[in-house]
């Protein structure tokens, strides 16, 4: 009896650690993040004579970061667990090729306006509730389960929507989208919210400390009676959730649709994930990393492309970025072989 | 339990598979190898190869390999291992280098083909015996028929962006050594930016924004295909510059159709891949059938660049009506029909 009182003890200890531990991580923030944007700032600068710190080009970075950031905001989330995602563009182009078939369009009748919000989001949460419960009860590495989840997603939307492209016939999705309230783009306005609420969950909820408590010792928190299965299941369908509203973001964008919409949307976001200080080990880094690393990807493609540097080295700069990124992100006491 | 609910789904998946392949056909096997049915443009292909074989009554098979030369080949070899002889081919090989192997494989089995776009300058269709033609559409005589028209819309005078294709892409690299031939002729024009938007949309679109912050006084659009040209639309539209900035393409999808209808694109052209579609299995079959004559074909005749249909705001109105609201009527007999000039 005493010996459970004991262990319930140290258990207890053990998420008030773990907890504690996370709080750390997550105000040690992102000094580093803003040295670099800094200096992305000042070479840019320097290398267009100004242009580049144009208020006309700073809106114009923010409006671009937008979307980035919204999909960062949601992958770092399971990799903060210790996951990986890389569902990314299979779900959002699903969601966008759906939602564009609901949205007054040119191709089905239907025409249900704002409500294909919330059936986006749905059929984005639904795609990660199966991804979770891949990864918890049939025990797949999430990059695996993730993985498979792209494909067949990719592929249902390849045969949902046949291989068109959609014209989406609503303009108020479009007006919004690539509106502004007092000049500032309404796309970053959408992921500063988005990151408020996440920042919200992360610091201030038990939902948040148990994620960072997975996030640093899976084991630890399992003993500890965590639910684990239970929160990463919570985790993905949020990330879910996000990625069917940047599928409406995406497709009103343009005010076009196809299956590919999703294409070439994870690699920024994950380099952003990186960039931003989250660790791909699991635990460290939170929103406001999320936010700095989309902001900074964003900040340093639009410079290489306002200084005309080759497309060519801008994809290179992009690689060795995103290597170097997590040449420091990583915590190499939790990694006991590298295959 | 899981491990029978396992074996049950296995067992569910191949005995589907069995019945599937148990509708025997009679009919040549009609193989178009394609990318993947996820574009407008290859999905227009597959509907050309089946109007073919419709028109003939083969069994037409489309075999998409989303990007994977290995599973282009596999495929390829699968279907003829099935048919044998009893088969052509209409490709789009996934890679230059994709066309060796693939033309390596058929002629083993003595089956007669096509191909499109790649394959490698060093390898000659003349010196394959099955190997009908090697076609593509001419991307020089594109970019320069779309940078004219763009310069036109301008005056003849004013800065121009430019958005590229995939860099190392040879339509890419053609469309846009289109555009600066023109520009040479045109020294009032100036490029005062160019970048990839890698054929997609929504890059185009970020990449548009971009260059309007540095230029906003830009004059008109040119982009290597038609949805970059749309994704740059849309950006010049959030700026309030659409149909006064206007755009160009290539492809002729039908939304770009409908942009040069309404006065925000300046041209655009239609590489009719219905036709193509159709055509190469024509071809492929023409041979096998002995109407023509693959021995005493001229050289000019196994490589070669046929024409895209050229579409400004001019005929934009006729365009829409045979391609868009009707149906084209092919006649798949004249084989050689859009030819322009032999490819060395």
């Known amino acids: 009896m005493s010996g459970q009182a004991a262990a319930g003890r140290r258990a207890g200890f053990s998420i008030r650690r773990a907890g504690q531990k996370a709080l750390d991580v997550i105000s040690r923030g992102v000094v580093g993040q803003v040295a670099?944007?800094?200096?992305?700032?000042?070479?840019?600068?320097?290398?267009?004579?100004?242009?580049?710190?144009?208020?006309?080009?700073?809106?114009?970075?923010?409006?671009?970061?937008?979307?980035?950031?919204?999909?960062?905001?949601?992958?770092?989330?399971?990799?903060?667990?210790?996951?990986?995602?890389?569902?990314?563009?299979?779900?959002?182009?699903?969601?966008?090729?759906?939602?564009?078939?609901?949205?007054?369009?040119?191709?089905?009748?239907?025409?249900?306006?704002?409500?294909?919000v919330p059936i986006s989001m749905t059929l984005g949460g639904l795609t990660g509730l199966v991804s979770g419960l891949l990864n918890t009860r049939v025990k797949m590495p999430s990059f695996i389960a993730t993985l498979g989840m792209w494909w067949a997603a990719q592929g249902l939307s390849v045969i949902i929507g046949r291989g068109n492209a959609v014209k989406m016939l609503d303009q108020r999705f479009q007006n919004i989208t690539n509106g502004d309230i007092l000049g500032i783009p309404n796309l970053i306005l959408m992921a500063v919210a988005i990151f408020a609420i996440?920042?919200?969950?992360?610091?201030?909820?038990?939902?948040?400390?148990?994620?960072?408590?997975?996030?640093?010792?899976?084991?630890?928190?399992?003993?500890?009676?965590?639910?684990?299965?239970?929160?990463?299941?919570?985790?993905?369908?949020?990330?879910?959730?996000?990625?069917?509203l940047a599928a409406i973001l995406l497709l009103s964008r343009v005010a076009s649709s196809n299956p590919r919409t999703g294409n070439g949307q994870l690699f920024p976001a994950m380099t952003a994930v990186a960039v931003g200080g989250v660790s791909l080990s699991g635990g460290i880094g939170g929103a406001l990393n999320a936010l700095f690393g989309a902001l900074i990807v964003t900040a340093l493609n639009n410079g290489?492309?306002?200084?005309?540097?080759?497309?060519?080295?801008?994809?290179?700069?992009?690689?060795?970025?995103?290597?170097?990124a997590v040449a420091v992100t990583i915590d190499r006491r939790k990694i006991g072989i590298i295959k | 339990m899981k491990r029978l609910t396992l074996l049950f789904c296995v067992a569910a998946i191949l005995a589907l598979a069995v019945v599937g392949s148990a509708y025997a056909q009679k009919g040549v096997f009609m193989g178009t190898a394609i990318r993947s049915l996820e574009n407008p443009y290859h999905l227009v292909w597959s509907r050309g190869g089946q109007a073919y074989a419709d028109s003939v009554g083969g069994i037409h098979v489309v075999q998409t390999c989303e990007g994977s030369s290995e599973k282009q080949l596999n495929d390829i070899k699968a279907l003829i291992a099935k048919a044998g002889k009893n088969a052509v081919f209409c490709i789009d090989p996934n890679e230059a280098p994709n066309a060796v192997p693939i033309a390596k494989a058929l002629e083993a089995a003595g089956v007669y083909y096509v191909t499109w776009w790649n394959k490698p300058d060093n390898i000659k269709a003349w010196n394959f015996p099955h190997w009908v033609a090697h076609i593509a559409f001419d991307g020089i005589s594109t970019g320069e028929f779309t940078a004219t028209e763009l310069i036109k819309s301008m005056g003849g005078k004013g800065k121009i962006v430019a958005i590229q294709g995939m860099l190392a892409n040879t339509t890419a690299i053609d469309r846009f050594q289109g555009l600066k031939n023109v520009l040479a002729k045109n020294p009032d024009v100036e490029?005062?930016?160019?970048?990839?938007?890698?054929?997609?949309?929504?890059?185009?679109?970020?990449?548009?924004?971009?260059?309007?912050?540095?230029?906003?006084?830009?004059?008109?659009?040119?982009?290597a295909n038609d949805n970059m040209a749309l994704g740059a639309l849309e950006a010049l539209r959030a700026a309030g510059l659409a149909g006064k900035v206007l755009v160009t393409g290539a492809d002729g999808i039908t939304e770009m159709l409908n942009a040069i209808d309404k006065g925000e694109a300046a041209a655009t052209v239609l590489n009719d891949s219905f036709w193509q579609g159709g055509i190469g299995l024509s071809l492929a079959i023409a041979a096998k059938t002995g109407k023509i004559n693959l021995k005493t074909t001229p050289k000019d005749h196994r490589q070669y660049y046929v024409q895209a249909i050229y579409i400004n705001q001019d005929n934009i109105k006729k365009v829409i009506a045979e391609h868009v609201t009707g149906t084209p009527k092919y006649d798949w007999n004249d084989l050689y029909a859009n030819y322009l000039r032999p490819m060395p």
Not at chain 1, 84 to 98: H, K, P, Q, R
Not at chain 1, 317 to 324: C, E, K, Y
Not at chain 2, 194 to 204: F, L, M, S, Y
Request: charge should be positive; aromatic fraction near 8%; charged fraction near 15%.
């Open chain 1, 36 to 116: 670099a944007l800094a200096i992305v700032l000042v070479i840019f600068a320097a290398g267009t004579e100004g242009t580049y710190l144009s208020l006309k080009n700073i809106l114009t970075i923010l409006s671009l970061a937008g979307i980035p950031m919204i999909i960062c905001l949601a992958i770092h989330q399971v990799v903060v667990i210790g996951g990986m995602d890389l569902s990314t563009e299979g779900v959002i182009s699903l969601c966008a090729v759906i939602s564009g078939f609901l949205i007054k369009n040119n191709f089905t009748g239907y025409n249900i306006g704002f409500w294909a």
């Open chain 1, 198 to 244: 996440l920042l919200v969950i992360q610091r201030m909820t038990k939902l948040g400390k148990y994620i960072y408590a997975i996030g640093g010792d899976e084991q630890l928190a399992r003993q500890a009676g965590i639910k684990v299965d239970r929160i990463k299941v919570i985790v993905f369908v949020i990330t879910g959730v996000i990625y069917g």
């Open chain 2, 191 to 223: 490029l005062v930016a160019q970048d990839t938007g890698e054929w997609d949309r929504n890059k185009a679109f970020d990449k548009m924004k971009s260059f309007l912050s540095a230029n906003p006084d830009v004059g008109g659009v040119w982009c």
């Open chain 1, 304 to 324: 290489m492309v306002l200084m005309k540097i080759s497309p060519y080295i801008q994809s290179a700069v992009n690689g060795v970025v995103l290597i170097l």
